[in-house]
């Protein structure tokens, strides 16, 4: 009989997407044992999954080279005995935030505490648009500099290399027709926020407007259910566009995704 940690298992993804998305992988069941019993040995953890020590050292391994797991020598209290101590495994701050789905949640809480503070209805949803307006604000100023050194031409590159480093995995591609730019950002911390809140995206797509100094026009998002957050920068200046023909689905481009 095939011992259930030496079967072959399909190829993971990120070890977040993996271990947040509830998927019943070996390596999942690992890294969740360690979640609810604190860091723990090769050892205590083959005891408590039925695994080999060797299949257990294997996805240990691979989630030390994610980061989501990290040896540290086991602390003692009181007298100790001969020897090292032995090696326990312990979650980092990224595998404890792949578990950790209450974020969403407590954000979701706060911005309808802020429309019903505001009387609900229009003057609600007015509050939710401003507080979204100066997140974003604070947001986008540190990208100025490098957005406006980079001129008309460079803009949308330089505001991409910029949402990269906050994690946006964005980047940048020419539209369908030669008329500009698409702008996708691959991954949203808020989506999920964005979808009970819309006024967050749109709050974004001003921004973006303001920094580059052109209209843009949103063609797609991950909060409306697209693979990818993708808005359109045409290469006129502001209002160049509205002369001639106006912005379409399809003078813009579609969305790639």
């Given at each position: 009989?095939?011992?259930?940690?030496?079967?072959?298992?399909?190829?993971?993804?990120?070890p977040q997407d993996d271990l947040a998305t509830g998927e019943h992988s070996t390596r999942g069941r690992?890294?969740?044992?360690?979640?609810?019993?604190?860091?723990?040995?090769?050892?205590?953890?083959?005891?408590?999954?039925?695994?080999?020590?060797?299949?257990?050292?294997?996805?240990?391994?691979?989630?030390?080279?994610?980061?989501?797991?990290?040896?540290?020598?086991?602390?003692?209290?009181?007298?100790?005995?001969?020897?090292?101590?032995?090696?326990?495994?312990?979650?980092?701050?990224?595998?404890?935030?792949?578990?950790?789905?209450?974020?969403?949640?407590?954000?979701?809480?706060?911005?309808?505490?802020?429309?019903?503070?505001?009387?609900?209805?229009?003057?609600?949803?007015a509050a939710v648009a401003a507080f979204a307006r100066a997140r974003i604000a604070a947001q986008i100023?540190?990208?100025?500099?490098?957005?406006?050194?980079?001129?008309?031409?460079?803009?949308?590159?330089?505001?991409?290399?910029?949402?990269?480093?906050?994690?946006?995995?964005?980047?940048?591609?020419?539209?369908?027709?030669?008329?500009?730019?698409?702008?996708?950002?691959?991954?949203?911390?808020?989506?999920?926020?964005?979808?009970?809140?819309?006024?967050?995206?749109?709050?974004?797509?001003?921004?973006?407007s303001q920094l580059l100094g052109t209209h843009v026009q949103r063609l797609a998002t991950i909060a409306?259910?697209?693979?990818?957050?993708?808005?359109?920068?045409?290469?006129?200046?502001?209002?160049?566009?509205?002369?001639?023909?106006?912005?379409?689905?399809?003078?813009?481009?579609?969305?790639?995704?």
């Open positions: 009989m095939k011992n259930v940690g030496e079967t072959r298992e399909a190829p993971m993804g990120t690992v890294a969740r044992s360690i979640l609810d019993h604190g860091p723990s040995t090769v050892a205590e953890l083959a005891d408590r999954l039925g695994l080999t020590a060797a299949a257990v050292r294997r996805h240990l391994d691979a989630l030390v080279a994610d980061t989501v797991v990290e040896p540290r020598e086991q602390r003692v209290y009181g007298s100790r005995g001969r020897g090292r101590p032995a090696k326990v495994f312990a979650l980092t701050d990224c595998g404890r935030d792949a578990f950790d789905q209450s974020y969403d949640k407590l954000a979701a809480d706060a911005l309808r505490w802020i429309a019903t503070a505001a009387g609900g209805g229009e003057k609600g949803e100023e540190a990208y100025r500099g490098s957005v406006e050194a980079a001129g008309p031409a460079g803009g949308a590159r330089a505001l991409a290399d910029a949402l990269s480093a906050d994690g946006y995995a964005a980047t940048t591609r020419a539209a369908p027709g030669g008329q500009g730019e698409q702008l996708c950002q691959h991954h949203c911390p808020v989506a999920h926020v964005a979808e009970q809140f819309p006024q967050l995206c749109e709050a974004e797509k001003e921004a973006f409306n259910g697209d693979g990818v957050c993708t808005t359109f920068v045409p290469r006129t200046p502001h209002g160049a566009a509205t002369d001639s023909e106006p912005l379409t689905e399809r003078t813009a481009g579609r969305n790639p995704a």
